[in-house]
């Protein structure tokens, strides 16, 4: 299983967004840095220097953005992003730990 969809490759390729930092972002974000996109049920991770990546159910990279000011504040007030729910963020972790194991 590849660590990243395809659109993810070619980002980090293109080293236009921040995706090196994705999976190191994810294993030190606290799930209170865990959202669901509501739009696309992907997984956010808001790391460091407002950083966001976005990754699918099973742990695979799909993007990474930094994010504009107040662009969080924005997402969340119209709930595009929602906090994912603790067994969810519990699942997230395994599903990760199975595509980039420590």
Do not use: C, M, Y
């Not at 504040?73 to 595509?99: I, S, T």
């Amino acid at each position: 299983l590849d660590r990243r969809t395809r659109h993810a490759q070619e980002r980090h390729e293109g080293g236009e967004r921040p995706t090196a930092h994705a999976l190191g972002d994810a294993r030190e974000a606290p799930d209170e840095r865990l959202f669901k996109d509501t739009e696309s049920n992907a997984v956010v991770v808001i790391g460091r220097r407002v950083r966001a990546h976005l990754f699918a159910r099973d742990g695979r990279l799909v993007t990474s953005l930094v994010l504009g000011a107040g662009e969080l504040e924005r997402k969340l007030e119209r709930r595009r992003w929602l906090p994912l729910p603790n067994l969810d963020a519990a699942r997230f972790r395994e599903a990760l730990a199975k595509v980039a194991p420590f």
